[in-house]
């Protein structure tokens, strides 16, 4: 069974560009999740979605937002980035949106913003 | 709002040596607790999930336990190899939200 996928794997961009990021999970996941990782802050949580519906959103500001397809594939936008938003991003899938379920975290896509 | 802390910060120690990280939290209403690696650069491998209801999960040479009353958890590995040099995260998924927690983690360094 294929694991999740995070395409692309890395992307440079400048301030003030957009971006978008994309998730496909674990075939028949229907929960996606999105982090954020960088050296001073660590991981955090971006938001979830489960059935195309967001239903945990972390502390961001707006222009950081997402969608999840019918098939459960799952893409993230920046808009107006800023040098800040040099991130590894991460996303996780899992079966439902339950606590008995693992996480299972994809190789993630480096964003470097210049 | 849920604080996860993880001690040492960093952790070197000679190959054969058993070795204990340790990951606390704040808020005990949790799902459950997992534990990750990450490699330099690459994404989390899930080395073992422990449920609210569960004590201890064991993977190999691994051994994850969880006391939910005093908000901590180790993991405890035996007989650590080269191969076992990672960043080690523990991270809580939280009892009222679905989202995961992460500690900074300990980058752990076996010498040969």
């Known amino acids: 069974k294929a694991g999740v996928t995070q395409t692309p794997r890395y992307l440079i961009k400048t301030r003030g560009q957009q971006v978008t990021l994309s998730c496909s999970p674990i075939s028949g996941h229907r929960s996606v999740s999105w982090y954020q990782q960088t050296p001073g802050q660590g991981l955090q949580f971006l938001f979830e979605?489960?059935?195309?519906?967001?239903?945990n959103k972390g502390n961001f500001p707006g222009r950081f937002s997402g969608r999840q397809f019918s098939n459960s594939r799952s893409e993230m936008n920046v808009s107006t980035l800023e040098l800040g938003d040099s991130a590894l991003y991460l996303c996780?899938?899992?079966?439902?949106?339950?606590?008995?379920?693992?996480?299972?975290f994809g190789p993630g896509t480096r964003l470097t913003v210049l | 709002k849920q604080e996860v802390t993880q001690i040492p910060a960093a952790l070197s120690v000679p190959e054969g040596e058993n070795l204990v990280l340790n990951c606390s939290f704040t808020d005990s209403a949790i799902y459950n607790l997992q534990w990750f690696r990450q490699d330099p650069g690459k994404g989390l491998t899930s080395l073992l999930l422990?449920?609210?209801?569960?004590r201890e999960q064991t993977s190999g040479r691994l051994n994850a336990s969880l006391d939910k009353s005093s908000g901590r958890s180790t993991l405890y590995i035996a007989a650590s190899q080269p191969g076992d040099s990672a960043t080690y995260l523990c991270a809580a998924l939280g009892g009222s939200n679905y989202k995961l927690t992460f500690g900074k983690g300990t980058l752990l360094t076996v010498n040969p």
């Open positions: 422990i449920q609210s209801s569960q």
């Open positions: 996780a899938s899992s079966l439902v949106a339950s606590g008995y379920n693992e996480q299972f």
């Open positions: 979605y489960f059935s195309e519906t967001q239903r």
